[in-house]
């Protein structure tokens, strides 16, 4: 697996060679993950003197504004000259976007993951679910390209590593993911200023749709299974944002008992996008992957096209033959 990886690498590398009209595109709802890998692969190709474009084709979250060059981002217009489209941290062209446009008229497309959902619909697929995230394939891979990975590249990898792991605690953190993180930490990262920012900088909105939503906390099957749903009238009253349920889930996750954690987010009348953690036991993509989404183990995600309540006894019926 190892060599094959390397030689996908090495044939990525020889496409990035080959055109000089590059687009990498970030995902709906992006994350730590997405963000910093993104930004990083962005500036590595541009040390190439490669004309390179992010497509923006959704909010940033606030967390992630600190992080240098996020100002790439950018909402494209659609033309015909993408030579290249590079996809990260996106198990399937859905998943793009406004970006799906550009990868189907993209001459080639390099498609680079770590869900074992990936659908591998590049030309080239680099795709390693034994990876922690995104963001360490991607270091890899600047380091196959031969380019010097400077400290704007670090920060923006460690907050990708930092993210997709739940800083270090995850079951996907590998001792590979900690001897990259110490290598971004030898090139003179501000690990201070980074934490600081995704860690501790939660507004009083954020605080305050934390506390309605665990005092809606439900506990279900002998406090085995977690559910909260954050509505939109829960955002308007604490004058919130979706993007503000970040951590919620998680939080959740850490109570003693429970094995599978679950979060509901109204994005509108008939649609419920939904966050799974589980802890031990249950293989929470296998429940997202019956609702047509994906993920990993312990940490997955999907759609419902219903109302909350509707979505949520459709979860819950889900989820609860896991522990049968």
Not at 59 to 88: A, G, K, T
Not at 110 to 119: G, R
Not at 186 to 207: A, F, M, V
């Amino acid at each position: 697996m190892e060599n094959q990886l390397k030689k996908l690498m090495n044939d990525a590398i020889q496409m990035i060679n080959k055109y000089n009209n590059i687009y990498i595109c970030s995902h709906v709802q992006p994350d730590g993950d997405n963000i910093g890998s993104t930004l990083a692969l962005a500036m590595a190709i541009k040390k190439l003197k490669k004309n390179v474009s992010i497509i923006k084709v959704d909010d940033i979250p606030s967390d992630y504004i600190f992080l240098p060059h996020i100002d790439m981002f950018e909402e494209q217009e659609y033309n015909d000259s993408v030579d290249l489209f590079i996809s990260l941290d996106s198990s399937d062209l859905i998943r793009l976007g406004a970006g799906k446009k550009f990868a189907l008229k993209a001459k080639n497309i390099i498609n680079i993951d770590h869900h074992i959902t990936n659908e591998n619909f590049g030309d080239i697929n680099i795709v390693s679910p034994s990876s922690g995230s995104t963001g360490e394939i991607v270091y890899r891979f600047i380091k196959d390209m031969k380019v010097d990975i400077d400290k704007d590249m670090a920060t923006c990898l460690y907050t990708a590593i930092s993210t997709d792991t739940g800083r270090f605690m995850y079951s996907n953190t590998t001792y590979e993911t900690h001897l990259i993180a110490s290598e971004l930490l030898k090139i003179g990262i501000d690990i201070n200023n980074i934490n600081i920012n995704l860690y501790q900088s939660r507004t009083i909105e954020r605080t305050r749709l934390f506390l309605e939503a665990l005092n809606n906390l439900e506990l279900i099957s002998e406090n085995r299974i977690a559910l909260v749903a954050v509505t939109q009238d829960m955002l308007q009253n604490c004058n919130a944002k979706m993007e503000d349920t970040e951590g919620i889930v998680s939080f959740i996750r850490n109570i003693d008992s429970i094995e599978v954690a679950c979060m509901l987010k109204e994005m509108s009348k008939e649609e419920v996008k939904v966050s799974l953690r589980s802890k031990k036991h249950v293989d929470v993509s296998k429940i997202s992957i019956k609702f047509g989404g994906g993920g990993h183990a312990k940490a997955a995600g999907c759609t419902l096209y219903e109302n909350i309540e509707t979505a949520k006894d459709m979860l819950l019926n889900e989820i609860s033959l896991s522990f049968r």
